[in-house]
């Protein structure tokens, strides 16, 4: 038996939209990195990029369980002395609701030059319009998204 490899050419990427509108936000960045890295195909290779793109909408309504809102707290560091900067959730989603849900996704990806690539297809807004309707994404399907 051989193993079948994808040619590049190949493989086309569909566009999928998704609304994140009462989702819980970790499950969110689970199914929407599944289909960026393809490993819901069944040509799925690790060392390939076989994913689609992905457009999420409604960034701005996504849930949190708990009080993560008060206690997730996000670092970023300036590379200067004493600069530590730190972010509650709920902050952060007030100010920029985008970069969290990147975020959390980004660290469900491979971090290398694929893991980059992979990142680029991911498109998220805090509204409904996005300029991605010529694509004409469709919803994630139910039994494959998992919400």
Avoid: C
Wanted: no cysteine; proline share 7%; hydrophobic share 35%.
């Amino acid at each position: 038996m051989k193993t079948f490899i994808p040619a590049v050419d190949m493989n086309t990427k569909k566009w999928y939209v998704v609304d994140a509108t009462d989702k819980t936000l970790g499950r969110l960045a689970s199914r929407i990195a599944v289909v960026l890295r393809g490993k819901h195909k069944p040509t799925f290779t690790p060392h390939i990029d076989t994913g689609d793109f992905v457009v999420v909408i409604n960034a701005d309504k996504v849930a949190v369980t708990g009080s993560k809102l008060l206690n997730k707290i996000y670092y970023h560091h300036s590379q200067y002395p004493n600069g530590l900067k730190s972010k509650p959730l709920g902050k952060k989603l007030a100010e920029n609701p985008e970069s969290v849900i990147k975020k959390a996704v980004w660290g469900m990806l491979p971090k290398a030059r694929l893991g980059r690539d992979i990142y680029k297809k991911l498109k998220v807004y805090s509204g409904e319009a996005h300029p991605h309707k010529a694509q004409s994404p469709v919803p994630l399907p139910e039994q494959m998204s998992g919400f």
